[in-house]
């Protein structure tokens, strides 16, 4: 159980190099999202909804990058290797 944190940190270090290495945009864009997503949240709410409804887009788009990045390393175009 010491071990299951370190271990399970370094995996998603490993996985999350493979990414970038693969797809720099697609991990590029997610940070830009992810930091924009806790500006949002720090930002006062008082935007006459505006700021909940960027906050709920922005999640969205994380999602939907997450979403891409996955399909791609998961499916093969013509001449590819699988990358894990």
């Known amino acids: ?4 944190r370190p271990l399970a940190l370094l995996a ?3 996985a999350s190099s493979a990414s970038v290495a693969a797809q720099p ?3 590029t864009a997610l940070a830009h999202l992810e930091q924009a997503l806790a500006e949002l949240k720090q930002a006062s709410s008082d935007k ?4 909940a409804d960027a906050i709920r887009a922005v999640e969205k788009a994380i999602a939907e990058v997450r979403r891409g990045i ?3 390393r998961t499916h093969l175009r013509p001449g590819e290797v699988l990358r894990r």
């Open 25 to 27: 945009h697609m991990e």
């Open 70 to 72: 996955e399909y791609d």
């Open 48 to 51: 006459g909804g505006n700021r």
């Open 1 to 4: 159980m010491l071990f299951a």
């Open 12 to 14: 998603l270090v490993v």
